[in-house]
């Protein structure tokens, strides 16, 4: 989860910085911190501001990693609150995080579930595997191999190679049927030629 670090300091670097945000983006990379952080929450308290989630998600890291300043748990959760509320699914995926591990709140894994799915709702490919994985678990949620099947090929699709496990795993569990079933009603879903695997019939298990 940390690694999710500033990362919308590269895409914007070369962007003329015209406005509050991008001036806060060239503060940060220069490591100006202090000055960086005061026009993030401008930008976050502007309700018109098109990045103001961004914004907010920003702040919410640097608090939470200490980043040139002291670290403040308890404004970066405000911040990723924040964020999440307007859809920011980086947000989203942070904040599921640290409700499923317990990290600075109360563990909520039906929070954390919720979360995980407002941020795969908006393609982000580590929120599809974890979602995945508590429909195959029935973590924080009623257990689903059918949805857990989709929700891994979907992060598969995104580039979450460990899903591959799963997917593999869950055909060893459905019958040949079933896992037709399932792909005939996944196919749209394979946007990039990816292997499926095929089940085998009780005879060629035992073989």
């Known amino acids: 989860m940390k690694t999710l670090l500033i990362i919308l300091l590269i895409l914007f670097s070369k962007v003329s910085y015209s406005n509050d945000y991008f001036n806060a983006l060239e503060l940060f990379n220069k490591r100006k911190i202090t000055e960086s952080v005061e026009l993030f929450k401008n930008?976050?308290?502007?309700?018109?501001?098109?990045?103001?989630?961004?914004?907010?998600?920003n702040l919410a890291i640097i608090f939470d990693n200490g980043f040139g300043i002291s670290a403040d748990k308890t404004r970066a959760l405000f911040y990723y609150e924040a964020a999440s509320e307007l859809s920011n699914m980086y947000a989203q995926y942070n904040l599921g995080w640290k409700y499923f591990n317990g990290?600075?709140?109360?563990k909520d894994v039906i929070k954390a579930f919720q979360l995980y799915?407002?941020?795969s709702d908006y393609g982000h490919p580590q929120a599809m595997y974890n979602l995945a994985h508590m429909y195959y678990s029935g973590v924080g949620t009623v257990k689903n191999l059918k949805l857990a099947y989709k929700?891994?090929?979907?992060?598969?699709?995104s580039g979450i190679d460990e899903s591959n496990y799963f997917i593999e795993k869950i055909t060893q569990e459905l019958t040949p049927q079933e896992l037709i079933v399932l792909t005939e009603e996944f196919a749209s879903l394979i946007e990039e030629k990816i292997p499926l695997p095929v089940a085998l019939d009780?005879?060629?298990?035992?073989n």
Do not use: G
Not at 43 to 57: I, L, T
């Open 43 to 57: 930008v976050a308290k502007d309700e018109k501001n098109p990045k103001r989630s961004d914004a907010m998600y």
């Open 202 to 206: 009780d005879d060629e298990k035992s």
């Open 151 to 157: 929700m891994f090929l979907n992060a598969k699709i």
């Open 103 to 106: 990290e600075n709140v109360n």
């Open 117 to 119: 799915k407002a941020a």
